[in-house]
């Protein structure tokens, strides 16, 4: 039986609020998380503060499907990098999350960079990934024909991909709820009551009470004030902001491949990517921040986009860029990511997943699944999952009924019956953005200016049985 979908109201009470395993933070991670125990006889619980599901960092990212290419050799992050590209290409193809296999080229700008290229072979081949190949500058060129004046050479990366960021932490939610997993949004956690030996966790929210046997922590930016409500004290989240410029789709021929640059000592540094939408992404910054909530973009961070991305790809100087945003990655000092079991408090913190959680989300949750059984946790047996399908918004949506057939956003060709079928899903939106990002309703070169009023409309007239 499909679980409940609530984002107001009071929480059901009595044993209608006592779960097995309570996931806190509904980004890709804990989606994933929550898909995975779906599969077991457990009651299962996916709570957020937010009111749709990805609404905090997942929603603001720059959208690749890494291979794990360039991880440090060893780490947790490395491994399941690789291990969740495959299992999220394989589960893309299934659920039809829109993924292009692209490719990417790691271009070198001067002779430094060129001579580490072959360094970042090497260690592509300690991370399992042989198929890398150096490019001279005559074959790089051919390969991507617009690039600018003065690039070296490159290292060629197949198997990176471009992917649907929002539809993955849809999907992954979806498949929860449609298998038995209650989803509380507008619900976030203010205090957790320390369970005496056997007891539940009480966990306090904006909505009521939850008890919990088992309680996982993916709250992201809040993971370690999260973990501070259970008295665990093991990082201290810096968030590090990515500014990320968007160009119209007349940018799209302009680029084959993601486009990245040689790795400096902040991260993977400013790339040009295609989306699987058939626009073009110059970013992100990376800028350590104090304040959690920072996702404003600034005029110094998108003019260093604007000039960075011209000089990688001088066409994209005369391109329009129809949307600007920034995401803040949860990054803890340590290279890796802080996943840890707490057996003692039935508590799995899944923590510092940077600027690769979308990539690594479905082997963080096999990881999990783990960790909860250190903690205690007997899942018992295995069911299959009963399977989910998005709906692909860049595909037609033959309708028999000329009402739904009806095109209310033009740029994107989003028709009422695209919307009516989200508005329906067994994750609704919850307003205008979580509509954009299941239908791309807004999302086109006006950015919903056309069609925003009309959008609104039909959120009104239908998002109204308590479940958005
Ligand atoms: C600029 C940028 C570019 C990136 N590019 C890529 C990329 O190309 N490929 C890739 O694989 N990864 C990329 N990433 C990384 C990826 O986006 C993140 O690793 C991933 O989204 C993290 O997901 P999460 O579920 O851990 O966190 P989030 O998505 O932030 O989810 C955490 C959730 O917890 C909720 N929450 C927090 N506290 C509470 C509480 N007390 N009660 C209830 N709910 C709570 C929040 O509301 C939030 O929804 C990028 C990140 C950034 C910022």
């Given amino acids: 039986m499909p679980g409940a979908v609530s984002r107001r109201g009071p929480l059901p009470a009595g044993a209608e609020a006592a779960y097995d395993v309570v996931v806190v933070g509904a980004g890709v991670v804990g989606c994933a998380v929550a898909r995975a125990l779906a599969r077991h006889p457990l009651r299962v619980a996916l709570v957020d503060a937010a009111d749709d599901v990805g609404e905090g960092t997942s929603k603001a990212n720059t959208a690749i499907l890494h291979t794990g290419f360039d991880a440090s050799p060893g780490t947790l992050e490395a491994g399941l990098v690789r291990t969740g590209h495959r299992l999220l290409t394989a589960y893309a193809a299934e659920t039809g999350i829109p993924v ?12 430094e960079q060129r001579a ?24 790089l060129r051919h390969r991507e024909p617009r ?31 449609l298998n038995g997993t209650d989803l509380h949004l507008g619900c976030r956690v203010t205090s957790v009551g320390t369970p005496g030996p056997g007891a539940p966790h009480r966990l306090t929210t904006t ?49 084959r491949h993601i486009l990245l640059p040689v790795p400096g000592p902040l991260g993977k540094g400013v790339l040009v990517a295609p989306t699987v939408y058939g626009n073009v992404l110059v970013g992100p910054t990376a800028e350590d921040l104090d304040d959690r909530t920072a996702t404003g973009t600034t005029a110094d961070g998108l003019a260093g986009l604007r000039e960075r991305g011209a000089r990688i790809v001088p066409g994209l100087a005369d391109e329009e ?8 990655r ?3 000092g340590r290279e890796d990511y802080r996943c840890a079991a707490h057996p003692a408090l039935r508590y799995v913190t899944v923590g510092g997943i940077r600027s690769t959680g979308l990539s690594a989300s479905l082997a963080l949750a096999e990881h999990v699944l783990g960790l909860l059984a250190e903690c205690g946790l007997r899942a018992g047996p295995e069911r299959p999952l009963a399977p989910v399908r998005m709906p692909d918004p860049r595909a037609a949506r033959p309708d028999r009924d000329p009402a739904r057939r009806a095109v209310v956003c033009h740029c994107e060709h989003v028709t009422r019956g695209a919307l009516l079928a989200a508005l329906a899903s067994p994750v609704p ?7 954009r990002r299941r239908t791309r309703a807004g999302a086109g070169d006006c950015q919903g200016t056309h069609c925003g009023a009309a959008v609104r409309a039909l959120l009104e007239e239908h998002g109204k049985d308590g479940r958005r």
């Fill in 429 to 435: 939106p919850a307003g205008p953005g979580g509509l």
């Fill in 100 to 111: 292009e296999p692209v490719g990417a080229l790691l271009v070198a700008w001067d002779e």
């Fill in 207 to 255: 909505r009521g009470t939850l008890t919990a046997r088992h309680l996982v922590n993916a709250c992201g930016l809040y993971a370690d004030r999260f973990d501070a409500l259970l008295g665990v004290a093991d990082s201290t989240v810096t968030p590090r902001r990515g500014q990320l410029l968007v160009h119209g789709r007349a940018a799209r021929d302009l680029v």
């Fill in 330 to 332: 949860a990054a803890t």
């Fill in 116 to 139: 580490a290229l072959p360094g970042l072979a090497a260690k592509a081949a300690r991370n399992g990934h042989r198929a890398t190949r150096l490019l001279g500058p005559d074959e």
């Fill in 147 to 177: 690039l600018g004046p003065g690039a070296l050479g490159a290292l060629s990366v197949p198997g990176e991909s471009v992917i649907c960021p929002w539809s993955t932490p849809l999907a992954y939610a979806s498949q929860a709820v």
């Fill in 321 to 328: 860029v129809t949307a600007v945003y920034a995401g803040l």
